[in-house]
């Protein structure tokens, strides 16, 4: 009896969280940072930054009903999912809520605060839990893409772009662009770590969309800058490389296909 209450308290606190994240950010964020306090060499295409959020919340609304109403994955499944990634998944949504929020506000040093515990806690889920080694690509599609790969590339591109916001980075001097041009490679190098290191094109397929985001908006809000190129070519060089590891891992699935038969996706 008790472990079906704890389940039922896990599967509400992953809808609660879920539907806050979907109000956070239709309601506060899409179409609350406007004016020149958001407008930094962080600063992305509203175009591109809704598309990136329709993809994650459909992602993420797909990876609910996965461990809820999919009867292809078992219980056990279900409930491992649920208690390995269901707190994360939770804890993720409800910080994006906030940060919406307080982001919306321009309360930026509280709306960093909570990208940085945010950060923590998925790259808690990262590395503890390592969904980014689940094998059946359906189910890497639709657990370790939502609730890890589209959030991470998120809360890591937000920490800059609120931080710009924080320190008033707003084209005025030139001291701000010349550290955007250099913290802009970051979007690079993380990436391209992750993806060398655990195969994961996740993070480096979506940063690489983001940064075209960035590089159209930046054209536009000050053409004689570096800061659009370096987005572009960070952005044409994640595209490339997260296309090569994606035919990669699709050969070596297709090889090892005998033995990836098995339902469950192992996480620890």
Not at 59 to 79: C, E, P, R, W
Not at 139 to 149: K, L, S
Request: include cysteine.
């Amino acid at each position: 009896m008790a472990s079906n209450s704890s389940f039922d308290a896990a599967k509400s606190s992953v809808v609660i969280s879920y539907a806050l994240s979907v109000i956070g950010v239709f309601y506060y964020f899409l179409f609350g940072h406007f004016g020149s306090h958001y407008s930094t060499p962080f600063t992305a295409s509203l175009i591109f930054v809704l598309i990136y959020w329709l993809v994650t919340l459909v992602l993420q609304f797909l990876f609910i009903i996965k461990i809820f109403f999919n009867s292809n994955v078992s219980s056990d499944n279900q409930a491992n999912i649920l208690a390995l990634v269901g707190p994360h998944f939770s804890v993720n949504n409800v910080l994006n809520f906030f940060w919406c929020y307080y982001f919306a506000q321009e309360k930026f040093i509280i709306a960093e605060v909570i990208l940085v515990v945010n950060l923590f806690n998925l790259l808690a889920l990262y590395f503890t839990h390592k969904t980014v080694g689940i094998k059946n690509i359906s189910d890497w599609m639709t657990v370790h893409f939502p609730a890890t790969g589209l959030p991470l590339s998120w809360t890591l591109y937000a920490i800059f772009w609120n931080g710009a916001c924080m320190f008033h980075s707003h084209y005025k001097h030139l001291l701000p662009r010349v550290l955007a041009n250099i913290f802009i490679w970051e979007f690079l190098f993380t990436p391209l770590a992750l993806l060398g290191l655990y195969q994961d094109w996740s993070v480096s397929l979506s940063t690489s969309f983001l940064m075209l985001g960035l590089g159209l908006r930046q054209v536009f809000s000050k053409t004689f800058a570096l800061q659009w190129i370096f987005a572009f070519v960070i952005s044409g060089i994640d595209f490339i490389a997260s296309v090569l590891a994606i035919v990669g891992s699709s050969l070596t699935a297709v090889n090892s296909e005998s033995a990836s038969n098995e339902q469950a996706p192992l996480l620890a």
